[in-house]
């Protein structure tokens, strides 16, 4: 499963409209790997959490998903339409 795959699904997985998801990646210097989650607007808080909880949890999982595909480093950007 990709990067890209892992994400959307555990997105997908807590929020409301899981249609509106979308996991866009790009690639940075120094092997930094950029993902862009765009989500709708009322998702947006459901995403991120209470205090940041469940945004710093996606982190978490999606850089070791990223450690075992061999990448070094995972930078994520939560934003909405």
Do not use: H, W
Request: charged residues 30%; aromatic residues 6%.
């Amino acid at each position: 499963m990709s990067l890209i795959e892992f994400t959307e699904y555990l997105v997908k997985s807590i929020t409301k409209n899981p249609d509106m998801v979308k996991v866009s990646s790009f690639e940075s210097d120094e092997d930094v790997t950029m993902l862009e989650i765009i989500v709708d607007p009322e998702d947006k808080g459901a995403v991120i959490g209470k205090n940041g909880k469940c945004a710093n949890a996606i982190r978490t999982l999606v850089q070791a998903q990223a450690y075992l595909n061999d990448k070094k480093k995972v930078k994520i950007n939560i934003d909405s339409f």
